[in-house]
């Protein structure tokens, strides 16, 4: 199989803290992940693009300085929303690409629900 | 720019009825294409891609270049279907892969 877990599944903090989310391939290397978000009855939004070893891509509009993406490993991604406030709250999806894929797909994990207070 | 517009945010039908979900796409060069399921409380997975022209589940999708198309069809549906469909596009930037997605359709099966 291949599984991509995130951590936490849900959090909520004060407004102005800061909240890391991690992403893990559980059973495969991803060079690559991606982090979206998700909001109500919305559909997935590309926030970046996260490369093993190298800075993040980031999709236009997206604060780099908001949301801090460190790809340190094959296997762990994590996206720190720093200084979070109530409009950073939403539904942050990621998914890992196989180091060696043919096929293209993606893997998602679980999704990690923000709720900024 | 690169989009995927799927018009329809739900579509309700009975079982044994026929389904298709529409996906249009807009893309200067050569697509690949993608058909996204989220079953309730799931994470979201993989139906089926144009490339591997495959039947997963009894959906089928063809890529129409001429119309810019990827619309999903089953020709009965099932209760098990329902689920919300999300058709992503696949193209490279920056030298990478990324994937979008449209705004999905739920589908709501009746039985």
């Keep these: ?117 | 720019a690169q989009r995927v517009t799927q018009p329809e945010k739900l579509l309700s039908v009975f079982k044994g009825a026929p389904v298709e979900l529409k996906c249009n796409y807009s893309y200067s060069g050569s697509p690949e294409l993608f058909w996204y399921v989220q079953y309730s409380r799931q994470r979201l997975q993989l139906l089926l891609r144009h490339i591997s022209r495959e039947s997963i589940k009894g959906f089928t999708a063809d890529l129409n270049k001429g119309e810019t198309s990827f619309h999903l069809k089953k020709p009965f549906a099932q209760e098990e279907d329902s689920a919300m469909y999300y058709c992503a596009l696949s193209f490279r930037s920056y030298n990478t892969d990324k994937l979008i997605f449209g705004t999905g359709t739920r589908l709501q099966v009746f039985p």
Excluded at chain 1, 65 to 72: G, T, V
């Design chain 1, 1 to 117: 199989g291949a599984v991509v877990s995130q951590h936490p599944s849900w959090v909520i903090c004060k407004s102005g803290t800061s909240v890391k989310i991690e992403c893990r391939s559980l059973d495969f290397q991803a060079t690559t992940m991606f982090w979206y978000r998700q909001f109500p009855k919305q559909s997935l939004m590309l926030m970046a693009t996260s490369n093993e070893g190298s800075k993040a891509t980031y999709e236009q509009g997206v604060e780099k300085d908001k949301f801090l993406i460190n790809h340190a490993s094959l296997t762990l991604s994590t996206l720190t929303v720093t200084s979070a406030h109530p409009e950073d709250s939403s539904f942050y999806i990621c998914s890992a690409r196989k180091r060696i894929s043919n096929t293209g797909e993606l893997f998602f994990g679980e999704g990690s629900r923000l709720t900024v207070l």
